[in-house]
């Protein structure tokens, strides 16, 4: 909380915008939804008006974990498409592994349907691809979630995990 007041204290809206949305992402990985989805809010409320499309997609992309944290996938994985799409405009590749990550998890809370598996598995196959392109340790919390714990070898193999 403290780097949210030090940012908002010096003026520079970037500022307390990545620190508001670092907050809410911290947050959301300990289940403290209803303070990351205040400070994602606070975060989306600064980009969308002064036009911050990577930090809004980062905002967008903490609700949506809150979302699927709150039991409702239908919405999860409504607002995670719009995410992978606003990182897809912006080329922002950390942020469209977050959201490929987000609507892969989300996918894989929906009804079983073998469509929809095979999408979850795809989306969690390319966030943990891009994830390990620039060597973020966030790669291996993607290949935690899969099935059979396989992601980076069947990653690597570019087949749907057995």
């Known amino acids: ?3 949210v007041e030090v940012a908002t204290a010096s003026k520079e809206q970037y500022f307390t915008m990545k620190a508001l949305v670092g907050l809410a992402r911290m947050e959301a ?3 403290r939804d209803a303070q990351a989805a205040e400070h994602a809010g ?3 409320a600064l980009a969308e ?3 911050a499309g990577v930090i809004e997609g980062d905002a967008l992309t903490v609700l949506a974990t809150v979302e699927l944290h709150r039991g409702d996938t239908a919405a999860a994985v409504s607002r995670a498409e ?3 799409a606003v990182h897809r405009r912006t080329d922002h590749h950390l942020g469209k592994a977050r959201a490929l990550k987000a609507l892969g998890l989300a996918l894989r809370e929906c009804p079983d349907d073998a469509l ?3 999408r979850a598995e795809s989306c969690l196959r390319e966030a943990y691809e891009l994830f390990d392109s620039f060597g973020s340790y966030e790669g291996e919390t993607v290949s935690q979630r899969w099935s059979d714990g396989s992601g980076p070898a069947e990653a690597a193999n570019n087949t749907a995990p057995t």
């Open 49 to 51: 008006r002064s036009g």
């Open 1 to 3: 909380m403290r780097a």
């Open 42 to 44: 606070a975060a989306l």
């Open 82 to 84: 719009a995410v992978v």
């Open 29 to 31: 990985s300990y289940d």
């Open 116 to 118: 929809t598996g095979e």
